[in-house]
């Protein structure tokens, strides 16, 4: 017995081997994504990591650590040492809206630091091709004279559904919203025709509005497949935000120096070729907001998601019906 | 195979009764927009009714003497084995993979495969080590690497 | 051009040396993945997504699409040898397969395995170049009430599944649907039944459920006795003895290609359901029902058809419609938008050399997977003759190390030991898994399917007998149902062995 312990104990000497570190980057960074692969946002961590690396002179480790929209990795980042070597790349689900909703392990404006905002996705809401509502102020006229009639298929409790929300507050329409398992059961939804009018992010629809299957009516901002005269909010006045967003979060408390290599690093890389690609293809706006304003606006965001959370029955304080 | 029925018939029925009352309080819903509750009420109701009717059969027929005893002889290895990999994950993040896969290993051919103890140190070594470039190295997985080399490293 | 060039344009695009090499890659990774239990096609596609920056679209998509159906052949290996599933599709084939290795025919059964997927996968991709397209628009026709259906009818034959109590049976697949909604809401994103843990949120995974309820707690057994486990005969049938087994298979092949092919192209289900489906209807069709479970080869050949066939027809809704319909193809999705390839009825317009290479490709892979484990199948008996206690703590650890990267976390390794723990228990207490995991896969589309159907038809349920195609569902469900009834009461079975 005596020999086993002692074994053990040179084992687990032998594997300590030290590593002096002198200047940030000197080993690996890992870029956690708080989404499953293949998705949108980690395609676009991806890419990142690609770009970036050449210019951060290491290597950058995309992980996936998925559950609950992004909080769960969240959660996780709150425990990791804050060394510049672990970051977190999720959408903004995790700092404005998942946090009104749900009773989570971290407080979205103490327990991380918000590094960036590098991109938005644009939103579309779609309609079949052969839909009665040609144009988005056809399906506002008939959502008034029919309410609670729409039928609005969306990805659950997801900044389509609360935009949505909020035009309808505007415009005083009801409707009534069928949550689907996000982008592509929602789109196969508008395209089998089983709801009225669909929202989700531009890219998957690309294809079929090309193909003359989909028709996009609205959207939050210009949208460069579509060759048709497009409505944006805009046209209608909507001066509104419900962005979703492409966010990095870092552990707390990063030394200064190593924020600005690690800022300039990201920098660089989103001005590469492939980052600026692959955006494009997934139909994101690149945004590229580091500092002080990222809070500020997360920040605001967050108040503008709150009231719309409330308004829709779906608070954690709320009772459910 | 009757009493081990009344057990678990009985765990089972305990347990759906259990979630049949929480998805209650969960809330139902309405026709038409059933709750978060609904379908683990009704799952778990069903599931309730069953184990009853399982658990009343098999009450009656060891009741008459037909149930055979449990032997319990023979859990002592595989409770040993699930303590152990409790262990192992709860180890896994503090002294990173390559260590507590070694000492898994050592233990599983030590005292389970009733290896010598030369013969087991060098078939962990050799399985953490190949594990570890296979999956760590080759296949560029992110293995936990151990926190507690952070605070022995100095610097 | 005519269907003919296509397929001549589709070959030349798939032999260029470039491509074969990379399909090649794909197919080799793929078995290798697939015979390491507890590691999946999801994550090593995601760790070669960006070695694919570099290569062209047509070799990226070949080689992440090789990975996937190699993946089938290689994942029946360890269920035969074993018993401990390769990837979650093999699960049913642990059933027959063990069986019949310890019969000493195991050389047998990884033979039917192989030459199985290879006729499933040669069919699927004629449905593939002839019916993608069609097949598609019909399956936009089901919308919620279809699929809640359609569910419905699976969980009747999830009933065929069983060898033992019905009754049992039935609990199993409860706690299987309940298992199955433990998570977020779908419709309300609030988390429900986590038990306060927050890796929960997303439910529970199947990787650690099957791991955990066939891998470990087939070790746990194991550990009970004395690690002298008897070394089964290994040597290779003589092959005019195997050639007369594999041909009296051949039509649970067929019927569990056909199986596979159209439950690979639902939402969802992919490789697992399909091999779950396949071995219910192959029960239901034999002479010898009372017999599966036993190494009957039936019960290896047509779920082994029926993954290999759902991999390729899982493949239709991506291409046609740009929708993945499972977690591997929203990662093979992925795959095609870094190379600004939009998948979708636009695809055979834009890029013909995509869809005609990878269809072709497909069926090169499946010659080169037939070739390649064909040989191979003498070295993977010979594996048997590894003593169990070097052979079950190196198992062991593939499966921690396939849980822990599904999705990098400890927590999954904590799940797989648990339903270790309870996959004993059941074992112990004679309750069997497979309707358990059948349900489990099933649940989530039952319960959004049935409130996305009640929420759009305003909480009436004649939605789901208005609809031709979903009332032909429900009546062909109530008609097994009866049947099952019947036949279970004729036998006596629901009271004999239901205690």
């Known amino acids: 017995m005596k020999k086993l312990i002692l074994s053990i104990f040179l084992f687990l000497l032998l594997s300590s081997f030290a590593e002096a570190q002198s200047h940030f980057p000197s080993r690996p960074i890992n870029l956690w994504v708080g989404l499953p692969a293949g998705g949108s946002a980690d395609v676009l961590a991806r890419a990142l990591a690609e770009a970036s690396e050449k210019i951060l002179g290491q290597k950058i480790v995309v992980v996936n650590k998925p559950g609950g929209g992004g909080t769960v990795a969240t959660s996780l980042l709150k425990g990791e040492k804050p060394d510049g070597y672990t970051l977190l790349l999720t959408t903004d689900t995790a700092i404005t809206r998942a946090p009104h909703m749900m009773d989570l392990e971290y407080d979205p404006f103490k327990d991380v630091d918000h590094f960036m905002i590098i991109g938005k996705w644009k939103t579309v809401w779609t309609v079949r091709a052969d839909s009665p509502f040609k144009k988005w102020s056809d399906l506002v006229e008939w959502a008034k004279k029919n309410p609670g009639q729409l039928t609005f298929g969306h990805c659950t409790a997801s900044s389509f559904y609360f935009g949505m929300v909020k035009i309808s507050q505007i415009e005083g329409f009801t409707f009534k919203g069928v949550p689907y398992a996000c982008d592509a059961p929602t789109m196969t939804a508008v395209l089998g025709g089983h709801v009225m009018v669909g929202g989700g992010t531009a890219a998957p629809y690309r294809s079929h509005v090309l193909a003359n299957n989909i028709r996009i009516i609205l959207s939050d901002e210009h949208i460069d497949y579509v060759k048709d005269r497009q409505y944006t909010f805009k046209d209608f006045g909507y001066n509104f935000e419900v962005p979703l967003l492409a966010i990095i979060l870092a552990p707390k408390g990063i030394p200064e120096s190593v924020k600005k290599t690690l800022e300039k690093g990201f920098l660089e890389g989103m001005k590469s070729e492939t980052f600026k690609r692959i955006a494009a293809e997934q139909e994101i706006s690149i945004v590229a907001m580091t500092g002080e304003k990222v809070t500020d606006y997360l920040r605001k965001v967050s108040g503008i998601y709150e009231k719309l959370i409330k308004d829709a029955n779906m608070h954690k304080t709320q009772k459910k019906q | 195979m009757e009493r081990h029925n009344l057990y678990s018939s009985s765990l089972l029925l305990a347990m759906a009764s259990l979630i049949c009352y929480k998805a209650y309080r969960i809330g139902l819903g309405r026709p038409d927009n059933p709750g978060e509750g609904f379908a683990p009420f009704w799952i778990s109701f069903v599931l309730a009714l069953l184990s009853a009717y399982l658990l009343f059969g098999s009450y009656l027929k060891v009741m008459k003497g037909r149930g055979g005893p449990i032997g319990v002889a023979t859990w002592r290895k595989p409770v040993y084995l699930l303590f152990l990999l409790f262990l192992y994950a709860f180890l896994l993040r503090f002294l990173g993979f390559l260590a507590v896969t070694f000492l898994l290993m050592l233990f599983l051919l030590y005292s389970f495969g009733g290896e010598s103890l030369r013969k087991s140190l060098l078939f962990s070594v050799l399985i953490s080590f190949i594990f570890y470039f296979l999956f760590a190295r080759g296949l560029q997985l992110p293995l936990p690497t151990g926190l507690i080399w952070d605070y022995l490293k100095p610097g | ?499």
């Open chain 3, 1 to 499: 051009m005519g269907i003919a060039e296509y397929i001549i344009y589709g070959f030349s695009v798939a032999t260029q040396p470039e491509n074969l090499f990379y399909c090649f890659v794909g197919v080799f990774i793929g078995t290798l993945i697939g015979v390491l239990p507890g590691i999946g096609p999801t994550g090593a596609m995601s760790l070669l997504l960006p070695v694919t920056f570099h290569i062209s679209p047509v070799g990226a998509i070949i080689m992440l699409a090789g990975i996937y159906y190699g993946c089938q052949y290689g994942g029946s290996i360890t269920s035969i040898l074993v018993n401990i599933p390769g990837e979650a599709s093999t699960v049913i084939t642990c059933l027959d397969g063990y069986e019949m290795a310890k019969k000493g025919k195991a050389g047998i059964a990884l033979g039917v395995s192989t030459i199985g997927s290879f006729i499933a996968g040669t069919l699927s991709i004629f449905g593939l170049m002839f019916l993608a397209f069609p097949i598609a628009k019909f399956a936009l026709k089901f919308g919620p009430p279809e699929y809640f259906s359609l569910v419905c009818m699976g969980l009747v034959i999830l009933t065929f599944l069983t060898r033992g109590s019905m009754l049992k049976a039935l609990m199993m697949a409860l706690i299987g649907l309940f298992i199955g909604l433990i998570g977020l809401d779908p419709f309300t994103a609030r988390p429900r039944f986590t038990f306060g843990f927050k890796e929960l949120m997303d439910g529970v995974g199947i990787v650690p459920l099957v791991m955990g309820l066939f891998g470990v707690s087939e070790i746990l057994i194991n550990l009970e006795e004395e690690l002298t486990r008897e070394i089964y005969r290994t040597q290779i049938a003589g092959l005019y003895r195997s050639l007369k087994e594999w041909v009296s298979a051949k039509w649970a092949i067929i019927r569990g290609s056909i199986v596979g092919f159209i439950v690979g192209i639902l939402p969802g289900g992919g490789a697992v359901l399909a091999s779950f489906v396949a071995y219910a209807v192959e029960k239901r069709f034999s002479s010898t029902p009372e017999k599966f479970g036993t190494g009957l080869i039936e019960g290896v050949a047509a779920p082994e058809s029926a993954n290999n066939a759902a991999a390729q027809s899982s493949l239709i809704p991506l291409l046609s419609l740009g929708i993945p319909s499972n977690v591997v193809m929203a990662v093979l999705y992925g795959g095609l938008l870094i190379h600004n390839i939009q998948p979708g009825p636009l695809l055979l317009k834009e890029h013909p050399d995509v869809f005609w290479g990878l269809v072709m490709s497909m069926y090169v892979g499946n010659i080169m997977l037939l070739l390649l484990n064909l040989p191979l199948i003498g070295i993977w008996v010979r594996l048997l003759r590894i003593p169990y206690k070097y052979l079950f703590p190196i198992v062991l650890l593939f499966c921690i190390v396939g849980v822990y990267s599904l999705n990098n976390s400890i927590f999954e390794i904590y799940l797989m030991v648990f339903f270790g723990f309870v996959g004993y228990l059941m074992r112990k207490f004679g309750f069997e898994a497979a309707p358990l995991v059948m349900a489990y896969v099933l649940s989530p589309l039952l319960e959004s399917s049935f409130r996305q159907s009640l929420s759009l038809s305003g909480g009436s349920f004649s939605i789901f007998f208005s609809k031709p195609i979903s009332l032909s569902f429900m009546a062909v469900a109530l008609f097994l149902l009866l049947f099952q009834i019947f036949s279970a009461i004729k036998k006596g079975r629901m009271h004999k062995s239901s205690f």
